[in-house]
């Protein structure tokens, strides 16, 4: 059997990025075809990968503004001759889903959501390049192509339940859910590395609470720095993103936002953090898991896939509403309540998902 693995594009670590690092991890031999690629991505978390872009990494400064080039996205994605190939795996966002192939040839979809600003009335994920009416134009058209071709794929699988129902409401596909797995960051034993005055005063005084994420408006980390500005907790916010001028200029003193961090420096920080904040939506949500797996409780909004990883009283709390009054409820009902959270319980419902797992119900389903 000959395998390929088909992803969206490689430019930022994410959630779908580690994914299809386990992926690669699983099968080494697969090569990788993506609309385009930063080259200091692969470098850092792709090194040994064998990296086919479509025509689109041509493209000067694609890499920075590929929004600009959306309309040719799905003819550049139904380009890829992969005739040669018995099995694709696509880890798909947005367009990887749209492949066109033989008939003998079994397509196997790792769905993320249905695109999100195409479908998603709610949803603030939006593509923003465009004047509104272009965008109108030019999402109806998208939202047509990505309608037809999620009927392509032979397969669809769903990163959590509340995805499973998006596609069958959404491309009327039946699903089956395999979570994706716990990063390997969460299962490895790094040698603690204290470099800098930041985590050497977090570890002294662990009564911090953490939020790890991409700052992006629709994320919901202005409520959290709201809600922390009042309670005058102290707050760690790692990732970066269009939105951190604006965060930075809304928080106080007691927030300290510390960009980008290698996920050895990642990993001191999830140890020593009091708990860890999630104010946002996640179709599923690799951050609280990696946080439960050091033992922490997370507190997080109750939608999308952290209804399906945390349990309430038992490995965090939940609010129902994004709105500070809610959040900053939550927070009040966990510190009432911290002396009662058990590490290991919370670090037990993490190896749930399980690197393992993934791994059997992945390489089950590719083989069938």
């Known amino acids: 059997m000959k395998l390929a693995l088909v992803h969206d594009w490689l430019k930022n670590i994410s959630g779908a990025e580690r994914v299809l690092i386990e992926l690669h991890e699983i099968f080494p031999d697969a090569p990788i075809y993506t609309l385009f690629y930063d080259k200091k991505f692969t470098q850092k978390w792709l090194p040994d990968a064998d990296i086919r872009a479509s025509f689109l990494q041509k493209i000067p400064l694609i890499t920075k503004f590929y929004w600009l080039f959306a309309w040719l ?9 992969l005739s040669e190939f018995d099995r694709v795996l696509s880890s798909s966002v947005i367009f990887s889903k749209g492949l066109i192939l033989k008939p003998s040839t079994k397509h196997i979809c790792y769905c993320y959501s249905p695109t999100r600003f195409l479908w998603d009335r709610n949803s603030e994920a939006r593509i923003t390049n465009y004047e509104s009416w272009s965008r109108l134009i030019f999402n109806h058209l998208l939202r047509l192509w990505d309608r037809a071709s999620a009927d392509r794929v032979d397969q669809f699988i769903a990163i959590s339940k509340v995805v499973q129902s998006r596609i069958k409401k959404y491309y009327r596909r039946d699903s089956i859910v395999i979570y994706p797995p716990m990063t390997k960051l969460s299962i490895t034993n790094y040698e603690l590395r204290i470099k800098d005055s930041n985590l050497q005063s977090a570890i002294r005084n662990p009564q911090f609470y953490l939020i790890v994420s991409r700052l992006h408006k629709y994320k919901n980390i202005d409520i959290a720095i709201e809600v922390f500005n009042k309670l005058n907790y ?110 290991e319980t919370i670090k037990a419902q993490a190896s749930l998902f399980s690197h393992e797992k993934f791994k059997n119900l992945i390489t089950e389903i590719v083989a069938s």
Do not use: H, W
């Open 73 to 81: 996205m799905p003819t550049a994605i139904e380009a890829f001759d």
């Open 234 to 343: 102290p707050l760690i916010i790692i990732g970066t993103g269009p939105d951190k001028d604006r965060l930075k200029r809304l928080a106080g003193g007691n927030i300290m936002f510390l960009g980008e961090q290698d996920d050895s420096t990642l990993v001191e920080y999830y140890r020593a953090c009091r708990a860890f904040i999630m104010p946002q939506e996640e179709d599923f949500g690799l951050t609280p898991i990696e946080a439960m797996s050091f033992g922490k409780p997370v507190v997080a909004l109750r939608q999308g896939g952290a209804v399906e990883t945390v349990i309430e009283g038992q490995t965090g709390e939940f609010f129902d509403d994004p709105i500070p009054e809610t959040l900053a409820d939550a927070i009040r009902r966990l510190n009432e309540n911290y002396a009662n959270y058990n590490s």
